[in-house]
């Protein structure tokens, strides 16, 4: 299918808010600002939505909004206004063949995640695991944001380091080709059992999260192990596990130890050190594009081999 358009400072954005609303609208309003500051053309949509609980709306008035932006031809992005919580609640009721006819780059992370994998599971379309309104643009670094329009703007063919030039951190030696998909590891573990999780044969899995006890990433990482998607992965790329820090007061193994353990049930290559997702600086990772990663004497690399827009 078409690729998405690339993405530069001209291009026409609307923002979406599928999962939590903004925590204060100051924050948002910030976020605009950056936005526009960069030449870009906004529909801020539900941008200052009231939360609904722990929501930016109701079920159908979040699908609503997001089908009508898929169905539009013309916008170059939809920017989520943040992750939270939310996307579980609908996918059912997306309309993936406006996603297909009308392609466009979808960006965010964190609970994102769900709707990027759905995208490409249902209708073949790349997304962006990068920064979103109201938690990341008003306090985007230089290099984040470099990297964010890089990224955007159709590159492939350079490794993924991070923003500062931090390489990954060799786990399993290995070589493999495959989808590069993922984010959030609660978010993934979530899919599974469902038609809204990609083919995982072959692929490069991507995963981070925050707020989790090494027991609560045990527990989901297991379920990834038992389903067997960690058997079929050609290679796995473990972020930052942001929050969690071991109980003080009873027995635990740290967050490291347990990515180390279940590295061990990838056949492939496993590295670690992905800057991206839960972090104020952070590189902006594709999802559902070709990649390889070759970890090897002593070093790693993650490179898209495919890029996420149109040149």
């Excluded at 466009?104 to 997304?127: N, Q, R």
């Excluded at 991507?206 to 960690?230: K, N, Q, T, W």
Aim: net charge negative.
């Amino acid at each position: 299918m078409p690729l998405p358009r690339p993405l530069t400072p001209q291009s026409r954005i609307a923002i979406a808010a599928p999962a939590s609303a903004a925590l204060d609208h100051a924050t948002t309003e910030a976020g605009l600002a950056a936005l526009r500051a960069r030449g870009l053309t906004l529909d801020a949509g539900r941008a200052f939505a009231s939360p609904y609980a722990y929501l930016s709306g109701t079920d159908t008035e979040r699908v609503d909004e997001l089908n009508a932006l898929l169905r539009r031809d013309d916008l170059d992005a939809i920017l989520c206004l943040r992750g939270g919580y939310g996307l579980l609640r609908i996918l059912d009721r997306i309309d993936y063949a406006a996603a297909r006819a009308h392609p466009k780059l979808i960006v965010g992370y964190s609970d994102i995640t769900a709707l990027h994998l759905a995208m490409v599971a249902k209708a073949d379309l790349p997304g962006l695991s990068g920064p979103m309104v109201a938690p990341d643009w008003p306090q985007l670094d230089a290099d984040s944001e470099a990297y964010f329009w890089a990224m955007a703007g159709g590159r492939a063919g350079e490794p993924l380091i991070g923003p500062g030039g931090e390489p990954l951190t060799p786990m399993r030696e290995g070589t493999a080709e495959g989808m590069l998909l993922g984010g959030n590891l609660a978010l993934t573990a979530a899919l599974l059992g469902t038609p809204y999780l990609p083919d995982m044969r072959g692929a490069i899995l991507f995963l981070e999260d925050i707020g989790e006890s090494p027991y609560r990433i045990d527990g989901l990482l297991a379920r990834l192990r038992l389903s067997g998607v960690l058997g079929q992965l050609g290679g796995l790329v473990f972020g930052a596990f942001t929050g969690a820090e071991p109980p003080a007061d009873r027995p635990s193994f740290t967050a490291e130890e347990v990515l180390d353990q279940y590295a061990s049930y990838v056949n492939g290559p496993v590295a670690s050190g992905l800057i991206y997702g839960h972090f104020a600086r952070k590189i902006t990772v594709p999802v559902g594009v070709q990649a390889r990663l070759v970890v090897q004497d002593g070093r790693a690399e993650l490179v898209p081999l495919t890029a996420v827009a149109a040149p």
